[in-house]
């Protein structure tokens, strides 16, 4: 599967005229499964609606779509649609598992330099290989990814660069990537909101890259005071994000700039912050990037559900990421 799957129109459900569908829409709610997955306050505060009525539509559409009945066989069967990209590097995508997942977000963590960037845009070339190299494109159906630039460092020149290398058509590549560049918070969710519309346009969009996810947070909320605030609306972006790559079987990559390991590092805990929400099928993976020797790096995963914590060693090199 992919997402072709149409789930059925926000008209449909009893009591949803044009105009109520409108402002849904608006906010991100595009479908029936969207708004089964969507809170009450996020209805009543955002869309207007009263609370006895964003109760009963939520209800309604839960029920539409047998949430209610949903049994670990389902889960397991949304887990069989899961597929995965590869990074470039066997060492990392056998550290992943076989690579990034869809139906899952990925954060990836390190200090400057650590090819955070770098491999977002591997990821944003690879994805649009065949099933057979790594991506997920079939033979009629090209892959599209929407790159979310917080920083100003994309770079298309290295996208090229990356292309050739793996003989894709470059100018082609470059087409198949959605570039956003986002200069505040509150752009950069609305950005997230439009893209189950783009994808119900009809792009095929298996990948979202944001670099970095947390630098606005960062900028635009400055001390204490405002702390509780920022993480509650960071918390709504990754739950937006985990909607959309649940529902759509889609690969979310982020970025997170910290200073220093691990241990002792200093900045958002992001899968942390939406560790107690179980969302629909969306799982959670952190990747912590750090310098090795030379042009290597070395990637440990972290909390990973069913993985143990290990580690891998790659090489940014002129063709991307590459083994050791
Ligand atoms: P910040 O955004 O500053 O937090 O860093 P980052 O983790 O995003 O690092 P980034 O992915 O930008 O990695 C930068 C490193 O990638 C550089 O230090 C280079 O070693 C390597 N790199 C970037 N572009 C190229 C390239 O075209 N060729 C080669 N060989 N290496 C590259
Ligand atoms: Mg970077």
Redesign the pocket.
């Known amino acids: 599967m992919s997402n072709e799957k149409v789930p059925t129109n926000l008209e449909d459900l009893p009591g949803v005229g044009p105009k109520t569908a409108k402002k849904l829409r608006e906010v991100g709610i595009y479908s029936i499964q969207d708004l089964a997955m969507s809170s009450v306050h996020e209805l009543v505060e955002k869309v207007g609606l009263g609370e006895e009525t964003a109760k009963k539509l939520i209800e309604m559409a839960e029920e539409m779509i047998g949430k209610g009945l949903s049994t670990a066989y389902d889960f397991y069967q949304a887990r069989k649609n899961v597929e995965k990209i590869t990074t470039g590097s066997h060492a990392l995508d056998d550290l992943l598992g076989g690579g990034i997942e869809t139906q899952a977000l990925i954060e990836c963590f ?12 591997q990821l944003a070339v690879n994805v649009q290989l065949p099933k057979e190299m790594g991506g997920l494109a079939t033979p009629d159906s090209p892959v599209k990814a929407v790159y979310i630039d917080t ?1 100003g ?1 994309f ?1 298309p020149e ?1 996208i090229e ?1 990356m292309a050739k290398a793996l003989n894709l058509n470059p100018e082609e590549t470059l087409k198949n990537i959605f570039y956003i560049k986002v200069f505040n918070t509150d752009y950069q969710v609305r950005v997230v909101r439009k893209i189950p519309h783009l994808i119900h346009e009809g792009h095929n969009i298996r990948l979202i890259v944001i ?2 996810i947390t630098a606005h947070f960062r900028a635009e909320y400055v001390g204490r005071g405002v702390l509780a605030e920022r993480q509650q609306k960071l918390n709504q972006h990754l739950r937006d994000l985990l909607k959309i790559a649940s529902i759509y079987n889609v690969a979310v990559y982020v ?1 997170n ?1 910290v200073m220093a390991k691990p241990e002792g590092f200093f900045g958002l805990d992001l899968v942390q912050a939406v560790g107690g929400h179980v969302l629909a099928h969306a799982i959670t993976y952190r990747i912590f ?1 750090r310098k090795g020797k030379e ?1 290597t790096r070395i990637a440990r995963l972290i909390d990973a559900p069913h993985l143990p914590e290990r580690e891998a060693i790659f090489r ?3 063709e991307g990421i590459r083994d050791v």
Request: charged share 30%; glycine share 16%; no cysteine.
């Open positions: 390190g200090e400057f330099g650590s090819g955070k960037t770098q491999l977002g845009h920083e460092t770079r290295r660069q670099d970095s970025t700039q990037l042009k940014i090199s002129d």
